[in-house]
């Protein structure tokens, strides 16, 4: 049983072999394959290596917020709260007065969280950026306190070598 | 968790809260009154009893029947107002949320990181610098010890 299982599998790849003299001479294996760029089939899909989120049209929903370069995101998330809350509330009566009429409020209502979870996305790059200036300024304060460190230390040790030149003169 | 998680979380349990309110609504929604020739159902009726030493119709109703009336009277008109609290309270908590939202303009985080890296790059010299120096420092303090060890052990004549 376990030989025919094995026998159906393919072997695994024949690289090792080029690794057996490794701990001799390390140039004589191949280096490791440069990182993949752009884009690179996987499992049969096509994947890209830019990290980029598409816009809504690209998913096929409508944008209920103003396009343009600069967007007020507090404000927009604001009146999409608004908006969601009406919609909610149209339901409601809607559910009361014409239940068969539902569907097309319950698809505004899934629009509007679409929206504002793609608002939500597109501020992340904002945040990596925030991230990355708070780690530039702790490194740059780490920095500047290892450079007081050395200058305290180096003192101390001028100072010890003078006493102990002064001791030993006046021996 | 970061803020646009939370915010992020929000609208999903926006999202939650209504969706259970309107299913609660409707599951536990009284039948409606449809024309006034039919009478309410009765709120006594206890279809499995068939019991034949029950001589009277049902003098003494057994507790249960007649307090689930108004028990789920209260319950459904309480339930939408306490649903309709939590919702608006979610709302709310949204709007603070997106009200503490640090935002600044992409241009002048942009400044900021080059700024940034300018200060990180001259102190990275400093510090290559005084490291420089007292690994300097340190070698010659070392030759030193050793030639003061030497000479001590030199001079120290063996008893």
């Known amino acids: 049983m ?16 080029l690794y057996s003299d490794y701990s001799t001479d390390p140039d004589s294996a191949p280096p490791p394959p440069p990182p993949v760029e752009g884009s690179y089939p996987l499992y049969g899909a096509t ?17 209920l917020y103003p396009k343009g370069p600069n967007i007020d995101f507090k404000k927009e998330l604001m009146s999409l709260n608004r908006d969601l809350q009406l919609h909610i509330l ?13 569907a097309r409020r319950v698809e505004d209502i899934s629009l509007i969280l679409r929206n504002m979870h793609h608002l939500l996305n597109s501020l992340r790059p904002h945040q990596a950026r925030a991230t990355l200036i708070h780690i530039l300024e702790s490194q740059i304060q780490r920095r ?12 101390e040790a001028q100072k010890l070598l003078k006493e102990s030149i002064q001791i030993l003169d006046s021996q | 968790m970061d803020i646009i998680s939370q915010l992020q979380e929000q609208v999903n349990t926006i999202a939650l809260l209504a969706v259970n309110t309107f299913g609660t609504l409707q599951r536990d929604a ?10 309410e159902p009765a709120a006594n009726s206890n279809p499995t009893n068939p019991n034949p030493t029950n001589g009277d119709a049902n003098p003494n109703p057994n507790p249960n029947p007649s307090v689930n009336p108004s028990e789920e009277a209260n319950n459904v008109a309480e339930q939408p107002k306490a649903m309709s609290a939590a919702l608006v309270q979610a709302a709310k908590k949204f709007d603070a949320l997106v009200a503490a939202l640090p935002l600044s303009g992409e241009e002048a985080q942009l400044q900021r990181i080059a700024e940034l890296q300018a200060e990180n790059e001259a102190i990275g010299l400093e510090l290559q610098k005084q490291l420089e120096a007292a690994d300097l420092e340190m070698k010659q303090v070392q030759e030193l010890f050793n030639h003061a060890t030497d000479n001590c ?4 004549k063996p008893d």
């Not at chain 1, 030989?3 to 090792?16: E, I, K, L, R, V």
């Not at chain 1, 500047?144 to 003192?155: F, G, H, L, Y």
């Not at chain 2, 052990?153 to 120290?156: I, S, T, Y």
């Open chain 2, 153 to 156: 052990l030199n001079l120290k």
């Open chain 1, 47 to 63: 994947y890209t290596t830019e990290a980029v989120l598409p816009s809504l049209e690209d998913q096929g929903v409508r944008q």
């Open chain 1, 2 to 17: 376990a030989t025919g299982t094995a026998a159906s599998f393919p072997p695994p790849p024949p690289f090792y072999r």
């Open chain 2, 30 to 39: 009284p039948p409606v009154r449809l024309s006034t020739d039919y009478p």
């Open chain 1, 144 to 155: 500047k306190q290892a450079v007081e460190d050395i200058k305290r230390r180096r003192e």
């Open chain 1, 90 to 102: 149209e339901l409601a009566d809607v559910l009361i007065e014409r239940p068969s009429q539902y």
